[in-house]
């Protein structure tokens, strides 16, 4: 398996701009995560997909930030619109459910700077 | 709330020696811990988990971590350290309050492992 994949790898944009990052997760897992990484906040959970429903998205930031899972291979996370202190590391997760030692397994992560 | 720590930001290690990363938890429960690695520019990666049995736990790249109860920790470990080791480790612990599937990281330990 290819593990998850998300693109881009890098986003350099200007403040005002709307941002989407991509995501698609190890096939035959029904969770999704999305984790945010910071020198100052470290590695923080923004949201969660089970079978392409959300079912917790008390970290997201602001309104600014939404996220989508239009179906089992596919989930974008969004800011429109975009500010520096949103500039960070974004990673996406993927799990699948078999009990308590369930493993989450990341991809490389998309480098956003918003300038 | 399920948590841990990581009480050292950095570990420092020659080549050869043996290593030790800490980590300690706070749980309402029965534990789940998690350790992953992150080498520059990449994803967390998985090296190993304690669900139940064993106190010592093998994983990938010849580490493993101990369980202890009384001491509430999970330190991760590694007979002979290698340059290449060198990364950021971050410990976790599985959020049962707020659902299962959660993970709640520690804020990581650099390990450098000197030549």
């Known amino acids: 398996d290819a593990g998850v994949i998300q693109s881009p790898r890098h986003e350099v944009t200007e403040m005002g701009q709307e941002v989407t990052l991509r995501c698609k997760p190890i096939s035959g897992h029904d969770y999704l995560f999305w984790y945010r990484q910071t020198m100052m906040r470290g590695l923080e959970l923004l949201i969660y997909f089970n079978n392409n429903v959300p079912i917790d998205d008390s970290g997201m930031p602001e309104d600014r930030f939404s996220a989508k899972m239009p179906n089992a291979s596919f989930s974008t996370l969004k800011i429109q619109p975009s500010e520096p202190r949103d500039s960070a590391v974004y990673f996406c997760?993927?799990?699948?459910?078999?009990?308590?030692?369930?493993?989450?397994?990341f991809g490389p992560g998309t480098r956003l700077t918003v300038l | 709330a399920q948590s841990v720590a990581q009480p050292e930001d950095q570990v420092n290690v020659a080549e050869g020696n043996p290593l030790t990363v800490k980590c300690t938890y706070s749980?309402?429960?029965?534990?789940?811990l998690f350790w992953y690695v992150q080498y520059p520019n990449r994803g967390l990666q998985f090296l190993l988990k304690?669900?139940?049995?064993?106190?010592l736990v093998k994983g990938s790249y010849g580490f493993e971590a101990e369980f202890n109860k009384s001491q509430t920790s999970f330190h991760l470990k590694k007979p002979s350290a290698l340059v290449s080791d060198s990364a950021l480790y971050f410990c976790?612990?599985?959020?049962?309050?707020?659902?299962?599937?959660?993970?709640?990281f520690g804020t990581g330990t650099r390990l450098l492992v000197s030549p």
């Open positions: 304690y669900i139940t049995g064993d106190n």
């Open positions: 749980v309402s429960g029965n534990p789940y």
């Open positions: 976790a612990v599985r959020d049962i309050d707020t659902g299962f599937q959660k993970l709640v």
């Open positions: 997760a993927s799990s699948l459910k078999r009990g308590f030692g369930d493993t989450q397994y």
